[in-house]
Each structure stands twice: as structure tokens, then as C-alpha cells.
């Protein structure tokens, strides 16, 4: 086994990053819902433009950004920064800013990969291979928008969710060290 690998599997503080991920998404899925219902009445006069099911639209907003983004912050506050209680408010504000930063990298991965696929579909149906190196740097912009509208206007969240998971380590103690990549390098 690798250390990397042994170190994963040794890691603690599981339970207390995947709340605070898990409340990211809760939160990021309710604001996604409200703005795509918000974003629909303004379409309800003169009929949507967009012949797709709501499903599917907000689906691939949840899939491709909110999902994404709560892994990241859990791998934030589990493996690469976790909060613990002996921490001051500013390096809690910081490791929050690096689990808002690994939710972001991962958007843009998501997001750029699948913009990809759909690409190299549309493209392999229409049989123009030849703009493959267009699409592809056209889905890499769209990963890089989607990857930092999502570390903007969630980074406030996360560094909430970060401030709440301080207040509650301090409260509940841990048995063990908790200690991430940042604090052993």
C-alpha cells in the first residue's frame, strides 16, 4: 500500500467534513433550485425558450456544480485542511478558503469533461472531427466560468460551514490528532 493510500485510510475527522460537505449541497441544491425557479417565471409570459424537461437542466446544474463542489469542500475539510479546535479564526477562514478552492477545481473538472463528451458526440454525429481542438478549448472555458462562478458565490457558504464545524470540534473533542496534507507537509 502506498503512503498516500495509507494515509487515506488512517485519516480522521470523516464524519464532522462530511457534515459540513453535506450541508454545502443541501444549501447549494436549494439556491440552485430557487434561482432555476426564479430564472422559469420570467419565461412563463412569453413560453420557455428551452424545449428540455426542468429536470434535465437543473439536474446537470446539480450534477456538474453542487455535487462537485461538496466533494471538494469534504476533501478540504477531511484530507487536505481539517478544522480542529485548537485552530484562531483566520486559519479557520483559510482552510474554509482552501476547501472552497478544492470544490472549485473539481467544478471545473466535471464540468470541462463533460462539456468535452458532449462535444465529441455532437461532433462524431455530425461528422466534423476536424473542430475537435475547438470544442475542446471551448469546453475548458466553460469549466474555468463554471469553476469560478461557483468558488465566488459559494465561498461565503463554505467558509460558514467551516466557522460551524470550528464551533462544533471545539465543543465535541476529538480522541484522536486530527491533522491534514497542510499540516504535515
Do not use: K
Not at 81 to 97: D, F, G, K, M
Amino acid at each position: 500500500m502506498t503512503a498516500l493510500a495509507h494515509r487515506v485510510v488512517r485519516q480522521r475527522g470523516f464524519l464532522v467534513a462530511l457534515a459540513a460537505a453535506f450541508l454545502v449541497l443541501v444549501v447549494l441544491v436549494v439556491q440552485s433550485l430557487l434561482t432555476f425557479l426564479v430564472a422559469q417565471l420570467g419565461y412563463s409570459g412569453g413560453g420557455s425558450t428551452r424545449d428540455l424537461p426542468w429536470w434535465t437542466l437543473y439536474g446537470r446544474q446539480v450534477l456538474t456544480v453542487s455535487v462537485p463542489f461538496a466533494v471538494g469542500v469534504l476533501l478540504g475539510f477531511w484530507f487536505i485542511a481539517p478544522v480542529a479546535a485548537e485552530l484562531r479564526l483566520a486559519h479557520v477562514v483559510t482552510r474554509s478558503l482552501l476547501a472552497a478552492v478544492a470544490g472549485a477545481i473539481l467544478v471545473f473538472l466535471t464540468t470541462s469533461v463533460v462539456e468535452a463528451v458532449a462535444a465529441v458526440q455532437a461532433l462524431a454525429e455530425q461528422g466534423e472531427l476536424a473542430r475537435l481542438g475547438d470544442e475542446t478549448a471551448r469546453a475548458i472555458g466553460i469549466g474555468l466560468a463554471f469553476g469560478a462562478q461557483a468558488l465566488v458565490s459559494a465561498t461565503p457558504l463554505v467558509i460558514l460551514a467551516g466557522i460551524l464545524l470550528w464551533n462544533w470540534v471545539e465543543r465535541h473533542p476529538s480522541r484522536h490528532p486530527i491533522a491534514g496534507i497542510v499540516d504535515t507537509a
